[in-house]
C-alpha cells in the first residue's frame, strides 16, 4: 500500500517563509515524479511545481522566482520551499506522487496526500 505524506504547512505573514515536505512509502518500484497543487477555496485544483525522475522541474509562472521544488530520491521525498508569500497563495497544498508499482506494469499510478493547509495573512 502505497501512501502519500505531506507535512509542513501553517499560517504565516506575507512576506514570510514556508517549507513543505511530502514523503512516499510502502512498496512500489520507482517514483517516475512528484508534484505539489494547491486548492483555494472556490477555485480548481492548480499544479504548482513538479519534478521528474531525473530532476527536471516545471513550475508555475505565479511562483516563478519565490518558491523552489527539490527532491532526496533516497528517501523518497519532495519538498517546497516558499518564499515571499503572499495572501494570493493561501490553499490547501497537495503532494502527488506518480508511481509504477511494478517493475513490468506498463502504467504508473498518481497518488495524492491528504493536503496541508497554508494560510497567509495580510
Known amino acids: 500500500q502505497v501512501q502519500v505524506v505531506e507535512s509542513g504547512g501553517g499560517l504565516v505573514q506575507a512576506g514570510g517563509s514556508l517549507r513543505l515536505s511530502c514523503a512516499a512509502s510502502?512498496?512500489?518500484?520507482?517514483?517516475?515524479?512528484m508534484g505539489w497543487y494547491r486548492q483555494a477555496p472556490g477555485k480548481q485544483r492548480e499544479l504548482v511545481a513538479a519534478i521528474t525522475s531525473g530532476g527536471s522541474t516545471n513550475m508555475a509562472d505565479s511562483v516563478k522566482g519565490r518558491f523552489t521544488i527539490s527532491r532526496d530520491s533516497a528517501k523518497n521525498t519532495v519538498y517546497l520551499q516558499m518564499n515571499s508569500l503572499k495572501p494570493e497563495d493561501t490553499a490547501v497544498y497537495y503532494c502527488?506522487?506518480?508511481?509504477?508499482?511494478?517493475?513490468?506494469?506498463?502504467?504508473?499510478?498518481?497518488?495524492w496526500g491528504q493536503g496541508t493547509q497554508v494560510t497567509v495573512s495580510s
Open positions: 502527488n506522487a506518480d508511481i509504477r508499482n511494478g517493475a513490468r506494469d506498463l502504467f504508473s499510478v498518481r497518488y
Open positions: 510502502g512498496s512500489f518500484f520507482r517514483i517516475n515524479g
